[in-house]
């Protein structure tokens, strides 16, 4: 299993209109073969951040994603970012 997750800054200003240009990606993403979770969402505190977490089932169905393109807005510029890939050995329940 794979998991993308961090943080993506833009300008306050700018944020609802980056969410609104990626809102398509997510949607796509879910209904992506072996997509189990995508989300970019607003962070609640900091006006600056964007929370990213997708999870995969493998580096396959990742790149293949990916690789499809898809047009669509284009969103604001970011300003700062800090996102990582995860690979996952073991998962069990909380």
């Not at 800054?9 to 240009?21: F, I």
């Not at 073969?33 to 989300?39: I, K, N, P, R, S």
Request: hydrophobic letters at 35%; charged letters at 30%; proline letters at 9%.
């Amino acid at each position: 299993m794979i998991i993308i997750a961090g943080e993506l800054h833009v300008d306050p200003a700018d944020r609802d209109d980056y969410l609104a240009a990626v809102a398509d990606v997510a949607r796509l993403a879910r209904a992506t073969g072996g997509c189990l979770d995508f989300v970019q969402a607003a962070d609640p505190i900091d006006p600056t951040r964007i929370n990213v977490y997708e999870r995969w089932e493998s580096d396959e169905h990742l790149h293949r994603f990916r690789e499809s393109g898809g047009d669509g807005p284009e969103p604001p510029p970011i300003t700062a970012a800090d996102v990582r890939k995860y690979r996952i050995s073991g998962v069990e329940e909380p």
